[in-house]
């Protein structure tokens, strides 16, 4: 992965964390931070996908490299645990917990639909497929028929 991409992670993370600091006291209702949650979040994700991943080889193992992934990585642990603490705070025990069930609860699902919805497409490319061999099945065995009967009758003039 390119250096870019990683730092790109942390800053989403850092700017979500900037965001929902400054706005945390005045807002009403947890959704109004919604947005800046998911970035933090997806900012997590990215840097923590990325760690081990390097453009190469060479930056696999360079030590500048994995130094730069490792604080990355728990920098972004840490903001994310000080913005738990935080949202926790402001509106309740386990309001942290209830966002990350339900985060994970609808990856599952979306992950669940999108298995099933390819079960379904290879269903349909298996019935589409006999279809069309039915098809030619049945166009050969036409064929075949009016072959024979043309041989018949040209047989039979000769």
């Known amino acids: 992965m390119p250096v870019a991409e990683i730092l790109a992670g942390i800053a989403l993370v850092k700017s979500s964390v900037d965001f929902i600091k400054s706005n945390i006291d005045t807002c009403k209702d947890i959704g109004e931070l919604g947005s800046a949650i998911d970035s933090l979040l997806r900012g997590k ?68 639909a999108a298995r099933l919805a390819k079960i379904e497409k290879r269903k349909a490319d298996a019935a589409l497929w006999a279809d069309i061999k039915m098809v030619l099945l049945v166009m050969g065995a036409a064929l075949g028929g009016v072959a024979a009967v043309f041989g018949a009758i040209y047989y039979s003039n000769q």
């Open 45 to 112: 994700d990215e840097v923590n996908k990325k760690q081990g991943k390097g453009p190469g080889v060479r930056e696999q193992f360079d030590t500048s490299h994995i130094a730069r992934e490792t604080i990355d990585a728990k920098l972004a642990a840490e903001q994310l645990q000080e913005i738990a603490t935080m949202i926790d705070f402001r509106f309740g025990h386990g309001t942290w917990r209830g966002i990350l069930e339900e985060r994970a609860r609808r990856i599952a699902e979306a992950k669940e």
